[in-house]
Nanobody, 114 residues
């Protein structure tokens, strides 16, 4: 089992920045990728960014150049979000992929509004 706890969400003005954190605990040795997804009201959950154990990153086209995903040696993954837009208001979820499945955090709300 893997437990994921997100933090760092909140209210930010358009054009502003936020940094999300996700701390993983539990059985960590078989995690091969971690990432962030988001779900806006009435919409499907979408992948925002992911990072593998070897550091290979992947981003949704809509966030390339503005968001940066990173991971430290303590199994915490970060999402630096710059130039945020109102349409990016959503609940942001951390996930960890293991062989045969995956785990999700409880989500953190990000609201982009003036």
């Amino acid at each position: 089992q893997v437990q994921l706890v997100e933090s760092g969400g909140g209210l930010v003005q358009p054009g502003g920045s936020l940094r999300l954190s996700c701390a993983a605990s539990g059985t960590l040795f078989n995690i091969y990728s971690m990432g962030w997804s988001r779900q806006a009201p009435g919409k499907q959950r979408e992948l925002v960014a992911s990072i593998t154990n070897s550091g290979i990153t992947n981003y949704a086209d809509s966030v390339k150049g503005r968001f940066t995903i990173s991971r430290d040696k303590k199994n915490t993954v970060y999402l630096q979000m710059n130039s945020l837009k109102p349409e990016e208001t959503a609940v942001y979820y951390c996930n960890a992929e293991v062989l045969g499945g995956g785990f999700w955090g409880q989500g953190t709300q990000v609201t982009v509004s003036s």
